[in-house]
Structures are given as structure tokens and as C-alpha cells.
């Protein structure tokens, strides 16, 4: 029996509702026609017993989908990044095991309601979007061509922009689809670091300014992800429990490894789980483009992570017997092939839940 990772966890949770798999093309009769010009690659009989055996609460996914080197494992041609970044959505909503994507292009610019709906018709019912906020709320500074800061943000943690140019769009264009809406604070400024409790002030104003998702969106939920480990503290998951919003796990460099995070969220514990595997901690804080280049074209798994993905996995087995959702998408910089680390992460899921 694995030993609880949650206060209140414990062998008397609700029994695990597994999910039915269809391996028929999964896009709503009545939704905007699509051009189905990205053949997706036909389902593995393995993927699809496994999807089944899930919790029906567990939703896996990638970051992003526009990738050519997924040939053979999404897609069932070599298609250009082009063409997969425009068409690819609907073949990659019929792999078995994926039930989520996080749409990243939305922090570099904001998107509109109709971006959005688009999106959304090109995905069964059952399928959730993980968001990310634009810079232009969560971002400390205006950053130039290369990246590098220009100067301070005005409207960084801005209530207005926040609603105007991210929660209403996203919530108008996706409907019930949306599942999570994720406001990753960038690293920031050394200077704004003595400032934390200013700052939390900031960020409970906005959160608790943002409208309900509830209507519109039954499984949605607000999660925050950072990326400097200053945040981690009491005071900050005080801010959170008391607006309604949660922890998102960032699996980075620049934070903590997963043990490190457990204790914030024991602190929201219980409620739903959102994770982003983002980077393998081998490469360091600033060694996101080092894994592009070692890993690309992300069609197979480099650095095996067996730590985190076997915590990872009692933290979603977890959160699913207590009743909530989880939400975990994976970066092709944390293994070196996305699709691949979501299949073995399943499969660790299915070991646990059987052992």
C-alpha cells in the first residue's frame, strides 16, 4: 500500500471511475467544419486499454502539438510545423490517452473569443484546454525581441487586462471545454523579491476580481504557476485557498523538485491538481533551449525521469480517489518526447492503481 501523500488521504476514497475509449474521430456533429487534412496515426490497441484503465478524472496532454517528429506516434505522415500548428489539433484529440493540451501560444499574444472557438470545435466534449495567461498580465517586465527585460510592466497583475484580454475570451470562445486557466508568473526582477508581500496583495486582488467559471465551465478551475521559489510560502497559499484558485505544479529547473512543491499542496489540499512538466532539472534553470537542441525532433525518450514521474503519478492517483480533477500536460524538454512521457506516465498511473 503506498504511504498517503495527503493528510486525509487514505484507503476509504471514492472508488475510481474509469472512462470508455472511442477510437472513432471525436469532434462534435454540430461544430464548425474542419479540414481534416492531418491524418492522425491509428490508435495503439496498448494506449487504448490503457486510456480505459484511468481514473475518468485524470486528463493528460502535451504543451503545444506543432511538432513533425511525432510522425508515427500522433501523426500518421511527415507533416510540416506549419501545417500541424493549423490542422494538427483534431488528430492529436483522438490519441486514446489524451484529454488536454495547454494552448502556450496564448502567453506570448493574447487570443480572441473566436481563436478560441475554434479550437474548441475541433475536440470532442470530453476534451479540457489548459490556457496560459498572456505576458502582458504575468510578466513583472516588458521584455524585448530577444527576451531580455526593457523595463518594469505596468500592467503586470492586472485585474482589468486579466478578465478583458484572457478570462472572458478564453471563457466565451471554449465554453465548457476550458479547464484550466493558468497565470504563470514569470521569474522575477531580484528587486521583487523584498517586495513578495506587496505583491501577494496584487495577486489576491486580481484573482478574486476574476469572474466565475462555474457557469460556462463546470470543470474549470484558476491555477497559479511560478517560477522562483520565493513564492512557495504560507502566506501565498493563504492568497490562493482564500480566492478559489490553486497551485499549478511547475516542473522546472528554476523551482524545487516535486518533493519540494508537495508541501503547498498539502496546504490546498483537498482539491484538484494542475501540473506542468516543463523542463528535466539536468539541464538547469536556464537550459530550455540546451534541451530543444538535444532532444529534437522530439520522437523518442532521452533523459528518462523515473523520480518524478513515479511521483507524479501517486500525486494524480491521489487527487482523482479524492474526486477532482487533474490536469498534467508535459513538455517535450522533460524527456525528450512528450507523447511519450504522457504513455509512460499513464502507464505508471495503472501500476500503482493495480499494486
Request: hydrophobic share 45%; with cysteine; glycine share 6%.
Amino acid at each position: 500500500m503506498q504511504d498517503p501523500l495527503f493528510p486525509d488521504e487514505h484507503d476509504g476514497g471514492l472508488p475510481v471511475a474509469r472512462r470508455p475509449v472511442r477510437a472513432e474521430p471525436r469532434v462534435n456533429a454540430g461544430s464548425a467544419k474542419v479540414t481534416p487534412n492531418v491524418g492522425p496515426q491509428p490508435p495503439d490497441a496498448a494506449h487504448i486499454e490503457l486510456a480505459v484503465a484511468l481514473p475518468a478524472l485524470a486528463r493528460l496532454g502535451t504543451s503545444s502539438w506543432n511538432y513533425p517528429g511525432w510522425n508515427g506516434l500522433v501523426w500518421d505522415g511527415d507533416y510540416p510545423e506549419s501545417q500541424l500548428s493549423k490542422h494538427g489539433l483534431q488528430a492529436y484529440a483522438r490519441h486514446p490517452l489524451f484529454r488536454t493540451v495547454s494552448l502556450d501560444r496564448a502567453f506570448y499574444r493574447p487570443l480572441t473569443a473566436s481563436q478560441y472557438a475554434a479550437y474548441a470545435a475541433q475536440v470532442s466534449d470530453d476534451f479540457r484546454f489548459m490556457v496560459k495567461a498572456p505576458a502582458l498580465v504575468t510578466d513583472a517586465t516588458v521584455r524585448g525581441e530577444k527576451g531580455q527585460a526593457v523595463q518594469p510592466n505596468p500592467a503586470f497583475l492586472s485585474a482589468e487586462l486579466a478578465v478583458q484580454e484572457f478570462v472572458q475570451p478564453a471563457l466565451q470562445g471554449l465554453q465548457h471545454k476550458l479547464g484550466v486557466l493558468v497565470f504563470q508568473i514569470s521569474p522575477l526582477p531580484t528587486g521583487l523579491h523584498a517586495r513578495l508581500p506587496e505583491l501577494l496583495q496584487k495577486l489576491a486582488a486580481m484573482l478574486h476580481a476574476l469572474p466565475s467559471l462555474t457557469a460556462q465551465a463546470p470543470d474549470a478551475v484558476i491555477a497559479v504557476e511560478v517560477r522562483d521559489p520565493v513564492w512557495l510560502t504560507p502566506e501565498f497559499a493563504s492568497v490562493l485557498r482564500q480566492s478559489g484558485a490553486t497551485y499549478c505544479l511547475g516542473l522546472h529547473a528554476k523551482m524545487p523538485p516535486i518533493e519540494g512543491q508537495l508541501p503547498l499542496l498539502r496546504a490546498l489540499w483537498p482539491g484538484p491538481l494542475v501540473c506542468r512538466w516543463n523542463l528535466h532539472r539536468m539541464h538547469g534553470a536556464y537550459g530550455y533551449e540546451d534541451a530543444a537542441k538535444l532532444y529534437m525532433p522530439y520522437a523518442k525518450l532521452v533523459d528518462v525521469d523515473l523520480e518524478t514521474r513515479t511521483t507524479l503519478a501517486k500525486v494524480v492517483n491521489a487527487t482523482t480517489k479524492a474526486g477532482y480533477n487533474a490536469y498534467v500536460t508535459i513538455n517535450n524538454k522533460a524527456e525528450g518526447c512528450a507523447p511519450l512521457s504522457v504513455a509512460a506516465l499513464a502507464g505508471e498511473m495503472r501500476v500503482q492503481l493495480t499494486s
